[in-house]
């Protein structure tokens, strides 16, 4: 479960003290404590040296694909 090295995932809700990370297209429940405190909802997240990082580059990029293809969808 933790223990692939190359893992990235999507950070998909919070509950309490769980965090839901999308990771390979399955939800999987993580604890907070092993989760960035400066993460939120939509971050694509890294896991490194046993804790989820916030990528925040490729989060920029997700979030600046999907705000274009939202504009092209409601430009049609």
Not at 5 to 28: A, H, P, Q, S, Y
Request: proline share 1%; hydrophobic share 35%; net charge negative.
């Amino acid at each position: 479960m933790i223990g692939d090295l190359n893992m990235k995932g999507i950070i998909d809700r919070f509950e309490g003290d769980i965090v839901i990370i999308e990771v390979d297209g399955e939800t999987k429940d993580y604890k907070k404590e092993d989760v960035d405190p400066e993460a939120d909802v939509n971050d694509v997240v890294e896991f490194i040296d046993g804790k989820w990082i916030v990528n925040k580059e490729s989060t920029t990029k997700r979030t600046e694909e999907i705000k274009k293809l939202m504009d092209d969808v409601w430009d049609d």
